[in-house]
């Protein structure tokens, strides 16, 4: 069975750092891109991507509002990709997804990204 699921969402004050996880099953992370997408409570998913990690050209991507605080990574023994967010902040509150692209896909925005994992809620709050 073809799967993503994410986990390692939960409640952080400002300033904390938390760790997400987006595990794949039922297919190999390396051979598509990956990222990472956000829905903040009351609106509509954002169209960019957080962060986006591309293995066949060792590229990674992060938007503007999370750059210098939050790090993409992936395991390839694990079949999984990491987002590390540190010094959070409560506009960082949203709902994060993992999607898969093909495998050449550079640009971060969901419209390429075709499968999608379930979700995990993100709280920064004090």
């Known amino acids: 069975q073809v799967q993503l699921v994410e986990s390692g969402g939960g409640l952080v004050q400002p300033g904390g750092s938390l760790r997400l996880s987006c595990v794949a099953s039922?297919?190999?992370?390396?051979?598509?891109?990956i990222g990472w997408f956000r829905q903040a409570p009351g609106k509509e998913r954002e169209r960019e991507g957080v962060s986006c990690i591309n293995h066949s050209v060792g590229s990674t991507y992060y938007s503007d509002s999370v750059k210098g605080r939050f790090t993409i990574s992936r395991d390839s023994a694990k079949n999984s990709v990491y987002l590390h967010m540190n010094s959070l902040k409560p506009e960082d509150t949203a709902v994060y997804y993992c999607a898969t692209a093909p495998e050449g896909t550079k640009i971060c925005w969901d419209h390429l990204y075709d499968y999608w994992g379930q979700g995990t809620q993100v709280t920064v709050s004090s």
């Open positions: 039922g297919f190999n992370l390396d051979y598509y891109a």
